[in-house]
């Protein structure tokens, strides 16, 4: 291990722990780690609208291709600057509404499109191809197992028959498969399964639960919610429990959307925590080239070890540094205490 990855080590850790400061109090040290985040990814983002978008769209058509159209992009980016004068900053508002107005104009379009239209038509489920769809996963889980038989030059069943290559791919079908696969001769077990399998069509787990059922509860939790927002007429007993299912599912919906939000930032935890254990690579050793050995030779520690005893280190460094700071600040000031 190099001095620039002990050196990048250190930095995530140190930053890792920077930011987790803020659990203990509000203090310079995060306030450090904060600014550094915000200031480099504005910088990055700075360099990427320029190579991204500022150079191939308007300075090389502008200066190798002698486009004067380019002109009025760039006059638009010099009265965006006008905002920043005080006599002058009228004329920003017309780089203002025109990107508004685009902006509004492209996303309107996009979303409609590629939002909007796949909600409405997902709200209204075809019900035969649902009921197909899931039946022919049904059929594919009963020969999910088959494909491995293929893998060598020949397979045998559980009776020790033997399946070759040149036997089996020219005239297999899905009903040989599985008699082949559960290792039985019995040809009437194919015809059960098949037949077991119109539950799935009805609900299927290893397709996320899509089915017939799904899809119905999908419309009626659609239609209450619609009905709960309507006020036209009064609630009365009726529209009152359609608006309790409709609420039922809103709660459903926020439910499931904030737990999926937070499995997102306990995992992205995990990650982090993995990464102050050393848990995140596998285990090796490594030279530390700053402790040498009685030869002159690099010691070597196991990167586990290493990246746990730098952890340990780093966080008694925040801790104590925090801890100092804090003292300083609560310190009165000598020179405006009056005796």
């Known amino acids: 291990m190099d001095l620039l990855a002990i050196a990048g080590t250190w930095l995530s850790i140190f930053l890792t722990l920077a930011i987790l400061s803020f659990l203990y109090d509000d203090n310079p040290i995060y306030k450090f780690a904060e600014h550094l985040f915000m200031g480099l990814g504005i910088g990055i983002g700075t360099i990427e609208v320029y190579y991204g978008v500022f150079e191939p769209k308007l300075l090389l058509p502008l200066y190798e291709d002698h486009r004067l159209l380019s002109l009025c992009p760039l006059l638009l980016l010099v009265l965006l600057f006008t905002k920043l004068t005080r006599n002058h900053q009228h004329w920003a508002r017309l780089p203002i509404a025109f990107i508004v107005a685009a902006f509004a104009g492209v996303k309107l379009t996009g979303e409609a499109n590629g939002r909007l239209l796949a909600q409405v038509k997902a ?5 035969r191809e649902v009921w197909a769809a899931n039946l ?13 038989a293929f893998e060598g030059s020949s397979w ?13 791919l020219p005239t297999c079908n899905d009903k040989e498969l599985f008699n082949w696969a559960a290792g039985t001769r019995f040809e ?16 299927c787990w290893s397709n996320g639960g899509a089915g017939i059922i799904s899809s119905v509860i999908l419309v009626l939790g659609l239609c209450a919610c619609l009905l709960h927002f309507y006020f036209s ?32 930032r306990i995992s992205l935890a995990i ?15 490594v030279p530390i080239p700053f402790l040498k050995d009685s030869l002159g030779d ?42």
């Open 123 to 127: 709200t209204m489920p075809d019900l």
């Open 156 to 168: 045998s069943n559980h009776y020790g028959d033997v399946v070759t290559r040149e036997r089996v």
């Open 136 to 148: 022919d996963k049904g059929r594919q889980m009963l020969v999910e197992g088959v494909p491995q």
């Open 298 to 339: 690099a010691l070597q520690m196991q990167r586990m070890t290493a990246i746990r005893i730098t952890t340990i280190i780093t966080l008694i460094a925040v801790i104590l540094v925090i801890r100092w700071l804090k003292l300083r600040a609560d310190k009165p000031d000598p020179d405006t205490t009056t005796t």
């Open 188 to 203: 009437g077990l194919w015809d059960a399964s098949v037949s077991d399998t119109w539950v799935q069509g009805l609900w």
């Open 233 to 264: 007429t009064p609630h009365n007993k009726p529209m009152r429990v359609v608006s309790r299912i409709g609420i039922l599912t809103l709660m459903l919906s926020f439910g499931a959307s904030f737990g999926f939000t937070v499995m997102g």
């Open 271 to 285: 990650g982090r925590a993995e990464a102050l254990l050393g848990l995140d690579k596998a285990d090796s050793l």
